[in-house]
């Protein structure tokens, strides 16, 4: 994965509660297995009309917003069936941090396995987040994951929680095949005492 280290960019503001994954990318996008491609069906249902032209009226789709890479959302983002295809789909846009009060569990964990940050501040944080989303690229947002802090646009810090593990996984782009490679030494040497005490293994 890319590491997450600092991020300064520009937020979309999505003020509703309880968006799914299946908002996030239909259920009809689902056939592939590459994390790759699923970025033009994002928010597929709201970003186009029934004739395949794109709403004006969406966020995304606004050119203050074209080039969000954050999204300051509302309560339980994510929340639905279990589908790995909704962070992939927002890694494969661009996004690349969810601020909300709350997120889905599974939709939480999937998003640290595919290098996304999803931050969990108070409401009023948020809505002060939203804010300044609101005012598209006149006031980008500053993420830091070493610090646990998000910055907004008139220098106001909010702090977030982190769980240890996920922060350094994030901060080095280590998936659960990256970890595992950590220990590769640990694993060689392992393997090499087997070879030399059961051969026949």
């Not at 960019?9 to 259920?27: E, H």
């Not at 804010?131 to 646990?148: C, F, K, Y």
Request: glycine content about 6%; some cysteine; overall charge negative.
């Amino acid at each position: 994965m890319t590491p997450f280290t600092t991020l300064t960019g520009i937020a979309a503001p999505m003020p509703l509660v309880n968006i799914d994954t299946d908002m996030i990318i239909p259920k009809q996008f689902l056939k592939t297995i590459h994390r790759s491609g699923l970025g033009k069906n994002l928010f597929d249902e709201m970003r186009y009309t029934a004739d395949g032209a794109e709403n004006p009226d969406f966020v995304l789709n606004k050119p203050a917003w074209r080039d969000s890479q954050i999204i300051v959302a509302g309560d339980n983002f994510g929340c639905g069936s279990s589908r790995e295809h909704a962070p992939w789909a927002l890694l494969d846009y661009g996004i690349r941090c969810v601020i909300s009060t709350s997120f889905a569990d599974i939709f939480y964990n999937n998003c640290f396995k595919n290098g996304i940050l999803p931050i969990v501040l108070p409401e009023d944080a948020v809505q002060a987040l939203m804010r300044d989303a609101e005012n598209g690229a006149n006031a980008r947002l500053t993420v830091d994951l070493e610090s646990q802090t998000v910055t907004g646009a008139d220098g106001t810090a909010y702090h977030f929680e982190m769980d240890p593990h996920r922060k350094h996984c994030l901060l080095n782009g280590l998936d659960d095949i990256g970890l595992t490679m950590e220990k590769s030494p640990a694993i060689e040497a392992y393997e090499a005492r087997i070879a030399q005490s059961q051969p026949w293994v």
